[in-house]
């Protein structure tokens, strides 16, 4: 069984930039497919990012590109999320997500993920 945990979150001001991290324990995590979701108040969960488990292929919801960067340290069993030039309409709480599937299509649902983590909260003040 997969465990996740996020860090990296808090209190930014727009225009300023914060790392997410998800350190994964109790697997083979070279073999997991990573994504970021987020869920602002009111709001349903959103696919934010993914990382393939080959870390060569990363997709990125439209919102976001350009500004966040998912990369992984497999070393270290760890997923990263680099958001800069954060706006206010990021204000979330972001979890990660791993999946060991092998899907046709990216892996963009909640539902092709099998293991997810607690969540990080990030603010962005405007």
């Known amino acids: 069984q997969v465990q996740l945990v996020e860090s990296g979150g808090g209190l930014v001001q727009a225009g300023g930039s914060l790392r997410l991290s998800c350190a994964a324990s109790?697997?083979?995590?070279?073999?997991?497919?990573m994504g970021w979701f987020r869920q602002a108040p009111g709001k349903e969960r959103e696919f934010v990012a993914v990382?393939?488990?080959?870390?060569?292929?990363?997709y990125y919801t439209d919102s976001v590109k350009g500004r966040f960067t998912i990369s992984r340290d497999n070393a270290k069993n760890t997923v990263y999320l680099q958001m800069n030039s954060l706006k206010a309409e990021d204000t979330a709480v972001y979890y990660c997500?791993?999946?060991?599937?092998?899907?046709?299509?990216?892996?963009?649902?909640?539902?092709?993920?099998?293991?997810w983590g607690q969540g990080t909260q990030v603010t962005v003040s405007s």
């Open positions: 109790g697997g083979t995590f070279s073999r997991y497919t």
């Open positions: 990382i393939m488990w080959t870390g060569r292929t990363t």
């Open positions: 997500a791993a999946t060991g599937d092998y899907l046709p299509r990216t892996p963009s649902r909640e539902y092709d993920y099998d293991h």
